[in-house]
């Protein structure tokens, strides 16, 4: 996997281009916030203007996954709300697909998303999930035994598993923190961790993460020990196989972290530009 170390950037930053790489739905905004140069794999987000319609049935060249951050979007008459989920893979017919009401969308693709106009096709039916509401999901709250999570306390912490890739065992997931919850433990994982902050605050030792924030970790990097303020709820991936990890005892979080984010250009540049997004609200 060659995308850089980026932990972490509020995407917020980062501008929108119109029309997504290869060529599909070219009437959308995109803001890119990773792409693998060898495979082309991309985390976006996904803007919909409202009224958008897609002008045909399709399928797309890559696997989409999808979390509705705002709005709703609409696929084969199944209305997407604000944080539904989906995983469609490579073939996924969409008979249908549009907005009424425009939706923002934290949005991966496996490849280059080339859209071929379709009636029917064939897809792996282990790697779909269709139409996840994860608000009407349970919870877990004990420990981590199938991510290989060890001892670790979760108490503070809820997780939801939304997909499993029933080859790699890379998963997605939701995990939500509450108010004042913290950790003395950094953590050392053998894949990749992507993570987007979809509410909240969470203090790193680079800075404190809110919402909109992204990082792309390589494997085998320390991080933490964290703590949050207010509590948070992040959607987060391990890519490269299964998650698991190795901690390692600290002295505890800093509550007050200075910024020193580790950003390749034109992350840097984009971030110094608009440096008030990061802030504490303006009471």
Known sequence: MTRPHIEFVQ????????GLYGGARPDIACRTLSRDDDTAATSTVLRYPEGWHATESHTLAADEEIFVLEGSLSINGQVYGKHFYGHLPKGYLRKDMSSVSGAVVLTFFSGVP????A???DWDMRRVVECLDTRAMAAAAGARKHMN????????????TLYVDPDTAERTWLIGMMPYWWSNKAEVHPVVEEEFAILGDICFPLGVMRAGGYFWRPPGIAHGPFATWGGALHLCRCKGGPFATQWVETDGPNWNPPDKPILPEPYATWTKVAADVNREPNY
Do not use: L
């Open 11 to 18: 995407s917020q930053v980062i501008p929108f281009q119109q």
């Open 114 to 117: 080339v859209a071929t106009r």
């Open 149 to 160: 999570s060890g001892d670790w306390d979760p108490s503070g912490t809820v997780h939801k």
């Open 119 to 121: 009636a029917t096709s």
